[in-house]
């Protein structure tokens, strides 16, 4: 690991918790940039695949790439849901859904605790 998380990351990201909807940093965050795995730092989701669902968490219709995102089923909870997971190093980062409002039909449901967001650069505005 290369940065200590604190204890609620790590309930999110390795005890795959769920931080309490309208809690998390992130939820409202409309700055352009990059959201990246807490724990590895692989970028994950861009701001620009970013939109409001009203559930109270980051929401995402794609990832960046998606072989950096490992999806698995999950029947905890007493639902079947699919977990989503960072690839390059198992941290959990929430589910994804099918019932997205864009053109991909997917909504990424992700903890803010899980991800750590890096502002674009400015455009050159000398
Ligand atoms: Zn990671």
């Given at each position: 690991m290369k940065k200590r998380l604190t204890p609620e990351q790590y309930n999110v990201c390795f005890l795959k918790g769920t931080e309490p909807p309208?809690?998390?940093?992130?939820?409202y965050n409309k700055v352009p940039g990059t959201y990246a795995c807490?724990?590895?730092?692989a970028e994950l989701f861009s701001s620009d695949s970013?939109?409001?669902?009203?559930?109270g968490w980051p929401s995402f219709?794609?990832?960046?790439?998606?072989?950096n995102i490992a999806a698995e089923d999950d029947y905890s909870c007493g639902m079947h849901r699919i977990e989503v997971m960072?690839?390059?190093?198992?941290s959990h980062l929430g589910h994804v859904f099918?019932?997205?409002?864009?053109?991909?039909?997917?909504?990424?449901?992700?903890?803010?605790?899980?991800l750590d967001f890096k502002p674009r650069a400015k455009p050159d505005s000398k």
């Open positions: 309208f809690s998390g940093k992130y939820t807490v724990v590895c730092g970013k939109f409001d669902s009203k559930t219709d794609r990832p960046i790439v998606n072989k960072c690839a390059n190093c198992g099918d019932d997205g409002p864009t053109e991909t039909g997917k909504r990424y449901c992700i903890n803010s605790l899980a």
